[in-house]
């Protein structure tokens, strides 16, 4: 059986393509860049930025990964 995160994934995989713009919430800085809620329980990796933790960031969805989870972003 799928996870709640698996299924939100997946969900929004199957709505959202790449080249996608949408707005986000930066909910984690880490040394490579910042992890990105674009939905509910859906996080996606922008690579190197690092705005404040907390902030609002508009993205472009560059890549999904459905196997892994992952999603790579970059600034709009």
Do not use: C, K
């Not at 996608?20 to 809620?37: H, K, S």
């Amino acid at each position: 059986m799928t996870d709640s995160r698996e299924q939100a994934f997946s969900s929004f995989v199957g709505s959202y393509r790449p080249n996608t713009v949408l707005d986000g919430r930066v909910v984690q800085v880490v040394p490579f860049g910042a992890f990105v809620e674009v939905a509910e329980g859906v996080v996606g990796l922008l690579f190197d930025e690092q705005p404040a933790e907390g902030s609002a960031v508009r993205v472009r969805i560059v890549q999904t990964d459905l196997d892994r989870l992952r999603m790579s972003l970059a600034l709009a």
